[in-house]
RNA sequence: GCCGGAGUAGCUCAGCUGGUAGAGCACUCGCCUUGUAAGCGAAAGGUCGUCGGUUCGAGUCCGACCUCCGGCUCCA
């Protein structure tokens, strides 16, 4: 028979042949390095049999991905396989690769604590298994016998799993045998594929031990996830710690107290105070933000924070949200604390009678809401329960939603494109706690995702992840250690005006039913800033940096010139501190580039005769000596253009 | 909310098996008057997260709670 191989030759091998032996036919040395192969686009056993006719490409340690799952996927196994000897009656549930590396989840005996103070125990048990270059063999077993194995083993969890594989098979196809893999003492019941033996796995180790719910489901048993990852080198191993080092550096919490931006107290969970340089940040993002709604046909308001129950009654927001809410009892009445702009806005809208000639009307607000999010769930900037949003409702026809959904869109990359960046977008459908007539989710669900196609970009489908009242594209951007987190969104809505019995009046004299469109593109200040603190590792384009500049006189005599040079550069607009403490310049430079201030200006004799400064740029070092208005020029133009100087990396 | 870990000076961290707290930096003061990443010296600074327990004695051991960290669930 024949095989295709990758460069589009066709190779001749005996009938039955393995990747193994395709391997083998092209090189000996290839037949060594390979780990797996990929038959007709499908990572499989090197093992495996081969069909007639198939592509077939060999997984080696250069194969990039394919080859860190495999041995990722190795590596699971035989942390299983260690603490299977080293925790006699554990139990074992799955243990799959994962981006960056891979976990196995244990259901420890009562009274066994796992920390990672445990991990050097365990490492050096799994390196027995690695240098015993265990092979991995692969056998089938019929469904009920795979289950009388693991029964006696009192392996419930596997039980679980193939019971729930033979039920939820294809009727078409049912489920009669289940794989298992065996490397030295320890089968797993596994789907594949793996490298031929445990020694393929050049370097690893164990980085976190964390909890996870037994299927993800938070009503049932909480296992104890060991994570770890596993590299073709340990070269590899080195430069992903390495990664993750640098990563830890950039990290918004650290940099926000390093920064002096904000911070936060024991006495309000997940509440930031913004400090005097952070704030400064905040209302550069919020002028931005002001500046581009304006443009765009947005009238900003601002609305109470507290209401009367009765809102959120008709809101929906009492039903589906009032855990996340706060309540507090005034004069016998029950207020909550708003959670969402949208039913504030809804008030302000039906205050008057509105034409058709009105729509769409679109209502901007910086607005405060507050979320009892989960205690465990906080996280610095990008999960709070204090949250500033960049919100807007636009309330329009029918007709009108594509443009005002694809208006919405624009208006979002705008804003990314000044920090550039280029977000992930998911389409969220109808979650199981939601609000609104199966119809008007249809309708609503359509009319996002043609939006999106429309303009062909591509996106994730998010299902059953939408908003109570409707369904919303996300703009989703990673943090410094690759987590996703949510930034904007744009939500179509047609129950709230319904709920509200928001009319317009048309141009046939009738009454009509709104639509509201939510829209946040920032998401919220607290999120956006913790994830722009770390895009830039502190570093900030000169606009939004809170101190722009220093101006750093030499001696205590260069003081009066650095106060008029200061007095100068404030005029033009630039935010400037003086640092006429008595200290060297060496010392004054080093804390101002630890501090990530774009600008030094260095003022001495030299400059006070000329009126010049010595302008360093931070990491760019000395780049000129110039008047102290060329300088302010330069600035100012800077800061106009809202660019990032070269700054971000 | 759940699982695990942690909480010592403003920050970063020491403090062995219980014997009433220590360093560097920062802050304050003094000297130095400085030319592109740390000048020198002195003083000061802590209810050891909170509350309770064990003990002659608790930063150290035990319990509860709070907060933070890593995950899980959740993220409207």
């Given at each position: 028979m024949t095989v295709q191989l990758p460069d589009e030759t066709a190779l001749e091998v005996p009938d039955g042949a393995s990747g193994l032996d395709v391997a083998r036919a092209i090189g000996e040395g290839l037949a060594r390095a390979a780990l797996g192969i990929r038959v007709d686009g499908e990572l499989r056993d090197l093992a495996a049999p081969v069909p007639d006719g198939a592509r077939v490409e060999i997984v080696t340690a250069r194969s990039g991905d394919d080859a860190l799952w495999l041995v990722r996927h190795d590596a699971a196994h035989v942390l299983a396989t260690a603490v299977m000897e080293l925790y006699p009656g554990v139990k074992i549930s799955i243990g799959p690769p994962v981006d960056d590396g891979f976990y196995y989840d244990f259901d420890f005996p009562d009274g066994v604590k796992v920390s990672d103070a445990d991990f050097e125990r365990i490492e050096a048990k799994m390196r027995e298994h690695v240098k015993a270059d265990e092979t991995f063999e692969r056998s089938e077993l019929p469904v009920a016998e795979a289950i009388e194995r693991f029964r006696a083993e009192g392996q419930d969890y596997k039980v679980e799993l193939i019971e729930d594989l033979v039920r939820n098979a294809d009727p078409a196809h049912p489920v009669e045998t289940v794989s298992l893999y065996r490397n030295g003492p320890f089968t797993d019941l596994c789907r594949g594929p793996h490298a031929p033996s445990t020694g393929r796995i050049k370097a690893f180790k164990l980085t976190s031990v964390a909890g996870a719910y037994w299927r993800g489901d938070a009503s049932r048993q909480m296992l104890t996830r060991i994570y770890g990852t596993a590299f073709l080198s340990k070269d590899d191993l080195a430069a992903h710690l390495e990664r993750l080092e640098e990563a830890r550096k950039r990290d918004h919490r650290k940099l926000g107290r390093e920064l002096d931006l904000f911070m936060f107290s024991e006495l309000s969970p997940g509440s930031p105070f913004w400090k005097p340089n952070g704030q400064q940040l905040k209302n550069e993002l919020t002028a931005l933000w002001r500046d581009e709604n304006a443009d765009r046909g947005y009238r900003e308001v601002q609305t109470p924070i507290i209401y009367d129950a009765d809102l959120w009654k008709q809101s929906g927001h009492w039903h589906v949200y009032r855990e996340n809410m706060y309540f507090t009892e005034v004069e016998g009445r029950t207020m909550g604390l708003k959670p969402m702009n949208c039913p504030a806005h809804t008030q302000i809208y039906s205050s008057e009678r509105r034409s058709y000639r009105d729509l769409p009307i679109r209502y901007s607000e910086a607005g405060l809401v507050h979320r009892h999010e989960p205690s465990g769930t906080l996280h610095g900037l990008l999960r709070v329960r204090h949250i500033t949003q960049d919100d807007a409702h636009i309330f329009c026809t029918e007709e009108q939603v594509p443009e005002e959904v694809q208006r919405c869109l624009d208006f979002g990359f705008a804003i990314y494109d000044v920090f550039g960046f280029e977000p992930r977008l998911e389409l969220s459908t109808r979650p199981e706690k939601r609000v609104g007539s199966e119809e008007m989710w249809d309708r609503a669900e359509a009319a996002l995702a043609k939006a999106l196609d429309d303009r062909g970009l591509p996106y994730e489908l998010n299902e059953g992840d939408g908003a109570f009242y409707g369904p919303k594209i996300d703009l989703h951007m990673t943090d410094s250690i690759g987590r996703s987190w949510q930034l904007g969104t744009v939500q179509l809505d047609y129950y709230m005006p319904e709920q509200f019995g928001l009319t317009y009046t048309g141009a046939d004299n009738a009454e009509h039913r709104p639509v509201m469109i939510h829209r946040a593109l920032m998401g919220s200040f607290e999120r956006f800033i913790g994830i722009?603190?770390?895009?830039?590792?502190?570093?900030?384009?000169?606009?939004?940096?809170?101190?722009?500049?220093?101006?750093?006189?030499?001696?205590?005599?260069?003081?009066?010139?650095?106060?008029?040079?200061?007095?100068?550069?404030?005029?033009?607009?630039?935010?400037?501190?003086?640092?006429?403490?008595?200290?060297?310049?060496?010392?004054?430079?080093?804390?101002?580039?630890?501090?990530?201030?774009?600008?030094?200006?260095?003022?001495?004799?030299?400059?006070a005769d000329d009126g010049t400064v010595s302008v360093r740029r931070h990491r760019a070092g000395d780049i000129a000596t110039e008047p102290v208005a060329t300088f302010a020029e330069r600035a100012t133009a800077e800061v106009a253009a809202r660019t990032d100087g070269g700054s971000a990396r």
């Amino acid at each position: 028979m024949t095989v295709q191989l990758p460069d589009e030759t066709a190779l001749e091998v005996p009938d039955g042949a393995s990747g193994l032996d395709v391997a083998r036919a092209i090189g000996e040395g290839l037949a060594r390095a390979a780990l797996g192969i990929r038959v007709d686009g499908e990572l499989r056993d090197l093992a495996a049999p081969v069909p007639d006719g198939a592509r077939v490409e060999i997984v080696t340690a250069r194969s990039g991905d394919d080859a860190l799952w495999l041995v990722r996927h190795d590596a699971a196994h035989v942390l299983a396989t260690a603490v299977m000897e080293l925790y006699p009656g554990v139990k074992i549930s799955i243990g799959p690769p994962v981006d960056d590396g891979f976990y196995y989840d244990f259901d420890f005996p009562d009274g066994v604590k796992v920390s990672d103070a445990d991990f050097e125990r365990i490492e050096a048990k799994m390196r027995e298994h690695v240098k015993a270059d265990e092979t991995f063999e692969r056998s089938e077993l019929p469904v009920a016998e795979a289950i009388e194995r693991f029964r006696a083993e009192g392996q419930d969890y596997k039980v679980e799993l193939i019971e729930d594989l033979v039920r939820n098979a294809d009727p078409a196809h049912p489920v009669e045998t289940v794989s298992l893999y065996r490397n030295g003492p320890f089968t797993d019941l596994c789907r594949g594929p793996h490298a031929p033996s445990t020694g393929r796995i050049k370097a690893f180790k164990l980085t976190s031990v964390a909890g996870a719910y037994w299927r993800g489901d938070a009503s049932r048993q909480m296992l104890t996830r060991i994570y770890g990852t596993a590299f073709l080198s340990k070269d590899d191993l080195a430069a992903h710690l390495e990664r993750l080092e640098e990563a830890r550096k950039r990290d918004h919490r650290k940099l926000g107290r390093e920064l002096d931006l904000f911070m936060f107290s024991e006495l309000s969970p997940g509440s930031p105070f913004w400090k005097p340089n952070g704030q400064q940040l905040k209302n550069e993002l919020t002028a931005l933000w002001r500046d581009e709604n304006a443009d765009r046909g947005y009238r900003e308001v601002q609305t109470p924070i507290i209401y009367d129950a009765d809102l959120w009654k008709q809101s929906g927001h009492w039903h589906v949200y009032r855990e996340n809410m706060y309540f507090t009892e005034v004069e016998g009445r029950t207020m909550g604390l708003k959670p969402m702009n949208c039913p504030a806005h809804t008030q302000i809208y039906s205050s008057e009678r509105r034409s058709y000639r009105d729509l769409p009307i679109r209502y901007s607000e910086a607005g405060l809401v507050h979320r009892h999010e989960p205690s465990g769930t906080l996280h610095g900037l990008l999960r709070v329960r204090h949250i500033t949003q960049d919100d807007a409702h636009i309330f329009c026809t029918e007709e009108q939603v594509p443009e005002e959904v694809q208006r919405c869109l624009d208006f979002g990359f705008a804003i990314y494109d000044v920090f550039g960046f280029e977000p992930r977008l998911e389409l969220s459908t109808r979650p199981e706690k939601r609000v609104g007539s199966e119809e008007m989710w249809d309708r609503a669900e359509a009319a996002l995702a043609k939006a999106l196609d429309d303009r062909g970009l591509p996106y994730e489908l998010n299902e059953g992840d939408g908003a109570f009242y409707g369904p919303k594209i996300d703009l989703h951007m990673t943090d410094s250690i690759g987590r996703s987190w949510q930034l904007g969104t744009v939500q179509l809505d047609y129950y709230m005006p319904e709920q509200f019995g928001l009319t317009y009046t048309g141009a046939d004299n009738a009454e009509h039913r709104p639509v509201m469109i939510h829209r946040a593109l920032m998401g919220s200040f607290e999120r956006f800033i913790g994830i722009l603190i770390e895009h830039y590792a502190g570093e900030f384009p000169l606009w939004l940096a809170p101190v722009q500049a220093v101006v750093l006189p030499i001696a205590d005599r260069h003081n009066g010139y650095a106060d008029r040079v200061a007095a100068e550069l404030r005029a033009a607009g630039l935010r400037v501190e003086v640092d006429d403490r008595g200290e060297s310049v060496k010392r004054k430079i080093r804390e101002a580039e630890l501090r990530k201030l774009p600008y030094m200006l260095v003022v001495g004799d030299q400059e006070a005769d000329d009126g010049t400064v010595s302008v360093r740029r931070h990491r760019a070092g000395d780049i000129a000596t110039e008047p102290v208005a060329t300088f302010a020029e330069r600035a100012t133009a800077e800061v106009a253009a809202r660019t990032d100087g070269g700054s971000a990396r």
